[in-house]
């Protein structure tokens, strides 16, 4: 099946912006794939932060925005705090009922 | 408050079988699409299989696919994964999770999810 890739790690200053990436291992990611974003710190469950491309979930901060950049979906953090340090996963829809977690990304803030 | 609670994880040998569980509350279990996802130890999230509201249609990993069978109960509000054929690679943390629908998009996003349950298989 089909591989969804995402950096493996980024580091981001206290305040500053990171944009996260999700594409395809052949291909481009667009709208259809049905984007979703999750964020997991380590011995949690996941949290739902945005679904369809860039609608933000319930209670989420405006400092998380989803976006499709190029041939990829993007998950922006803008204005970044202590406790957005976590591990950051996409989910893609690829039809036929299946879905594709992306590799994830490690976000560390310091 | 939606809740999802996974049992029925363990140590299981090489080639034997399991059956997790997964109880619902707090929503109307027969009207949502539901789910199992899995996560290795230090790993990321896979998923790993969905299953209509009526049990009708099912979808597979290709990995656990003909030894994996994912299986609901609306009378019970219940979600069960039957295992077989366990190897190394199914040791993980198996999460039960609620897909959502987004009526405005038309899309569909994991909304809730169970405190996982731990399977572990010895190599």
């Known amino acids: 099946q089909t591989v969804v890739t995402q950096e493996p790690s980024f580091s981001v200053s206290p305040g500053g912006t990171v944009t996260l990436t999700c594409g395809l291992s052949s291909g481009s990611v667009s709208t259809t794939y049905w984007p979703s974003w999750y964020q997991q710190t380590p011995g949690q469950t996941p949290r739902t932060l945005i679904y369809?491309?860039?609608t933000r979930s319930s209670g989420v901060p405006d400092r998380f925005s989803g976006s499709i950049l190029g041939n990829k979906a993007a998950l922006t953090i803008t204005g970044a705090q202590a406790d957005d340090e976590s591990d950051y996963y996409c989910v893609l829809y690829m039809g036929g009922g299946i879905y594709v977690f992306g590799t994830g990304t490690k976000v560390t803030v310091l | 408050e939606v809740h999802l609670v996974e049992s029925g994880g363990g140590l299981v040998q090489r080639g034997g079988s399991l059956r997790l569980s997964c109880a619902a509350s707090?929503?109307?279990?027969?009207?949502?699409?539901m789910s199992w996802v899995r996560q290795a130890p230090g790993k990321g999230l896979e998923w790993v299989a969905n299953i209509k509201l009526d049990g009708s249609a099912k979808y597979y990993v290709d990995s656990v696919k003909g030894r994996f069978t994912i299986s609901r109960d609306n009378a019970k509000d219940s979600l069960y994964l039957e295992m077989n054929s366990l190897t190394a690679e199914d040791t993980a943390v198996y999460y039960c999770a609620r897909w959502e629908r987004d009526d405005v998009g038309g899309t569909y996003y994991y909304d809730s999810w169970g405190q996982g349950i731990l399977v572990t298989v010895p190599s």
């Open positions: 707090g929503f109307t279990f027969s009207s949502y699409w």
């Open positions: 369809s491309t860039s």
